[in-house]
Nanobody
């Protein structure tokens, strides 16, 4: 069973920055597209960013120019660098393969990001 463990969340003021990490128990980063999702209170989980095995990235319109996805293939770690954070970025952030169905649509615990003054 492949596990994905998110970390790096916390409380940050508007305009601040955070770097989220996702550690994988497998070595599939060389093959699969990886992505970040988030779920805000009272809302459905939504796509945030993705990166293909070739390094192509894609972002939700709401985070373009502020978030950057990257990966360390050798260490099996996925990152999400977030700057200029806004209160509407408040959510639990999850990482997964894309499409998530490749892992049986399983999700980890995520890491909580709270943007508030």
């Amino acid at each position: 069973q492949v596990l994905l463990v998110e970390s790096g969340g916390g409380l940050v003021q508007p305009g601040g920055s955070l770097r989220l990490s996702c550690a994988a128990s497998g070595t599939f980063f060389r093959i699969f597209t990886m992505g970040w999702y988030r779920q805000a209170p009272g809302k459905q989980r939504e796509f945030v960013a993705s990166i293909t095995r070739g390094g192509n990235t894609d972002y939700a319109d709401s985070v373009k120019g502020r978030f950057s996805i990257s990966r360390d293939i050798a260490e099996n770690i996925l990152y999400l660098e977030m700057i200029s954070l806004k209160p509407e970025d408040t959510a639990v952030y999850y990482c997964n393969v894309i499409p998530p169905g490749l892992r049986g649509d399983e999700w980890g615990q995520g890491t909580r990001v709270t943007v508030s003054s």
